[in-house]
C-alpha cells in the first residue's frame, strides 16, 4: 500500500501541475466576472430608474432573500458592466427587511446587477438620455416681408426707402394714396394679464370725462385724478384729489377722457397716463368701455401721423445722420401706415373692441413715450416724409392685384445650414401664397451693425421635446428640412426605446413651440 504521506509532500505530476495552473489562471482572470454559484433558496431581486438624464438621481434597489425570507444585516455588492467584465461598485447593506437602496450616476446608459457568494440578481439597465439639447440659431421674428435690420444695413449702404420696400416685398408697388385722416382705436388696458382697475393722471391742462352721448360727467386738471372700475353693468369712475375722493360716477357702458391741448379740446398740452399701460398719450382721446373682466381702455389717434408718431418699432436713433438709416425709418413708417389701414378696413375687434393692440400682438405703440422719447423728432421727421400733405396724399405699398398690401415685418432674418433669408408666408404662416411675400436672400441682416440677432443660443429641455415629438424619453433630435429661408420644416426625435418620431410644422409653428428668437437654426447638440 502506498504511503499518503509521500503523495503529500511528492511533487505534482505533469498533468496534475497543468491542471492547476490553468485553474488558477482563470480564477485571476475572470476574478467578478464569474457569477457566483446560487446557494439553493437564496435570491437578490434588483429595481431602479430605466430611463432618466445624466444630472437626475438614478436609484437603485435589491431584496435578498433566503426560501421567502429577508436576510437582514447582510454585504451586496453592486456591481457594473465595465470593458467586458463586471466591476464591483459599491457594497451595501440590507436593512430588517431584507432590501437595500443605493444611488449611482452614470453618465452614459449602464448595466447594473447585485452579487454575493449565495445569488446574483437579473441585470438593471439604466439608460442615460441627454437632458436638453443646445441649439445654436439666428434672426428674430417670423420671416415674412421687410428686415429690420436689413433695411437699416439697405439704409446705410444708399438704398431709399422705395429700394428697401422694393426689395423686401418683390412685385409690389410703392405707390400713393389719399389721406383720409381717419382715427384708428389702438388698445392701451384691457389684456387678461392686466389689472383689474386703473388710474388716469394728467400730466398739465385740464381733463373732461363724458359718457357715451358725449355729455360731460367730470371735469378737473393735472391735480385730479379718474379711477376706472368694471361692473356687470358697465364702467364706473371715482374722482380723487390727494387720496380724497370728490365725486363718484355710476356704471357706464362707455366713458370718454379728453384733455386740453388735442384735436378736441384746444388749450394747454399734457400727457395721460394709464396705471398698467406700456405708453402715455398726448394725441386723440380714451374710450373706455368693458367688453371682457376688467375695464378696456382704447386711444383714438389718427392714422398717418397721431398713431404713426407713438409707434415704437424701429429705433429713432437710426435715423439721425450718426448712423445713417433715414430711410429705413421711413421704410418702416410705410409699412406700419399699410398694416394700420387693413386692420381699419376690417373694423373693431370684438374681444378688444379696438382695430389694433398696443404690442406685437399688431404693431408696438407707446404713444408719447415713443414721439417725445430719445430722438423723436427724428422719427416724426420720418413719419412726415411718407406724408404728402400738400396733396392731401400719403405712401403705401400695393400688392400685384394693385390693392393695399399686406406688409408684414420682422426684427432680423437668420441663417440655417446653407440657407438664408427671409420665408414665403406659406411656409412661415402656412397661409395662401402671396407673390410679394416670398423668400429673398437676406446678407443685409447679418452686415448690420450692432445687430444682437446674428447668432444665439436656444436651449430645448428633455421635457418640451418629450411634448413636441409625444415620447416618453427622447434619446436624440435633429433637423431633417428646411424651408428655402433656412428656417426650420420638419424634426426627427429616437426615443429611448428606438421608436422614430417626425414632425413637420410652420416656421412659425416651429418659432413659438421652441419658444426661440426665431426658427433657423443651424446645429442641434445633446446637453447633459
Known sequence: MRDVSSLISAPPGPRLARAVTSALALFLAIGLSAVPAAAAGYTLSAAGTSTTTASEPKRLSVVYRYNDAPVRDATVSLQRYSGGRWVRVKYVTTGSTGQARTTVNPSVTTKYRFATSRATSATVTVTVVPGSWSIAGSGNGHGVGMSQWGAYQMARTGSTASDILRYYYPGATVDTTTNPWTSIDVQVLGRTTDPATTTLSLSAGSWRLLDGDLTQLATG????????????????????????????????????????GTDYWAGT????????????????????????????????????????????????????????????????????????ILDKIEGLKAACDCHLYDDTSSQNYTGWKKEGGEAGATWRAAVDATRQDGAATVLIVRNTSGGIAETPYFASSGRGGSYSGTANNQDAFGTAAQSHLA?????????????????WTGILTQAKATSIFQLGWVGSVKVTARYSSGQIKTMQAVSDKGVTRTVTKTAEGWRINLGFRGSWAHTVTARK
Do not use: F
Not at 248 to 257: K, Q, S, V, W
Not at 304 to 315: I, R
Not at 439 to 455: F, I, L, M, R
Open 221 to 260: 386738471t393735472s391735480a385730479r385724478k379718474v379711477s376706472i372700475a368694471r361692473t356687470t353693468s358697465g364702467v364706473t369712475a371715482k374722482i380723487t384729489e390727494n387720496g380724497t375722493v370728490l365725486q363718484t360716477i355710476g356704471a357706464r357702458p362707455t366713458l370718454y377722457l379728453e384733455w386740453t
Open 269 to 340: 398740452s399734457g400727457t395721460v397716463t394709464v396705471a398698467g399701460a406700456q405708453g402715455s398719450y398726448r394725441h386723440g382721446r380714451l374710450r373706455i368701455t368693458s367688453p371682457n373682466a376688467r375695464p378696456n381702455v382704447v386711444n383714438q389717434v389718427v392714422i398717418n401721423d397721431e398713431y404713426l408718431y407713438g409707434l415704437d418699432e424701429m429705433p429713432s436713433l437710426w435715423g439721425t445722420s450718426g448712423y445713417g438709416g433715414a430711410a429705413a425709418l421711413e421704410a418702416q413708417a410705410v409699412v406700419a401706415r399699410n398694416y394700420a
Open 439 to 455: 423668400h429673398v436672400a437676406d446678407p443685409y441682416s447679418a452686415q448690420a451693425p450692432g445687430n444682437p440677432y446674428v447668432s
